[in-house]
């Protein structure tokens, strides 16, 4: 591939806000590429800008995960020919935590146990969530589960790489497009006091204060999770 063709073209789909995560699609020759997908709540936009785009959600090739929270993840049903990719580490530590929270019926129990420092308004707004998230992981988030691969296992497409951004959760990544102006989708490693990942604690603090720098470091065009994209010189 020369480095015309490996030029990629980037749409973002959906942007990040405080509700929704970011959906970026990646175009180059026949692969039509999604960086997370989204959940059920924006499935109708997701499959809207597809459309406006010249896409069918049957024509994407790959979805390439930053991390595997419901609102990143949960649009797999629609999705039905693409590869599916995760890190290792992520995809553990999700299909723990999805399976113990369809297990476990206590809802105060089951928080605390994931987030022991969360109490009061905070507590009472995860514990108001968490029927929803139960309903999305056995309706959505659990469709073609056991067919998610592994970076670590999988090639990604030339011109495509994974920048390990763990501490949000325990493999969260960042996906690197080499493009002349290279663009890092960041996940959710980058927050701010007015997104709602601000009221959810990172499963590791110090890595997650690592993985932030790294991204701040890094020279191109940055499109985050919950966050407006911006560039970075």
Excluded at 171 to 193: Q, R
């Amino acid at each position: 591939m020369n480095r015309a063709e490996n030029n990629w073209k980037i749409d973002i789909l959906l942007q990040g806000n405080p509700t929704q995560a970011a959906v970026t699609l990646l175009r180059n020759r026949d692969l039509l590429v999604l960086v997370d997908s989204g959940w059920p709540r924006t499935r109708t936009q997701l499959v809207t800008a597809l459309a406006e785009h010249g896409v069918q959600p049957q024509n994407i090739t790959h979805v390439l995960h930053t991390h595997l929270h419901i609102d990143h993840a949960a649009n797999h049903p629609i999705l039905t020919e693409a590869v599916l990719l995760a890190s290792k580490a992520e995809f553990r530590w999700a299909d723990r935590l999805y399976h113990n929270l369809i297990e476990d019926e206590d809802d105060v129990r089951f928080i605390t146990s994931v987030f022991p420092q969360l109490s009061g308004p905070t507590l009472e707004q995860a514990v108001a969530f968490i029927q929803l998230a139960r309903r999305i992981c056995r309706r959505d988030l659990f469709s073609r589960w056991d067919e998610i691969q592994f970076y670590e296992d999988h090639g990604l497409p030339e011109g495509l790489s994974v920048m390990p951004l763990p501490g949000h959760t325990p493999g969260h990544c960042g996906i690197v497009v080499s493009n002349p102006e290279p663009v890092l989708m960041a996940g959710d490693a980058l927050t701010t006091e007015h997104t709602c990942l601000s009221r959810m604690p990172p499963t590791n603090p110090n890595e997650f204060e690592a993985s932030t720098e790294t991204v701040r470091r890094f020279r191109g065009r940055i499109i985050p999770g919950h966050l407006p994209p911006f560039e970075q010189r």
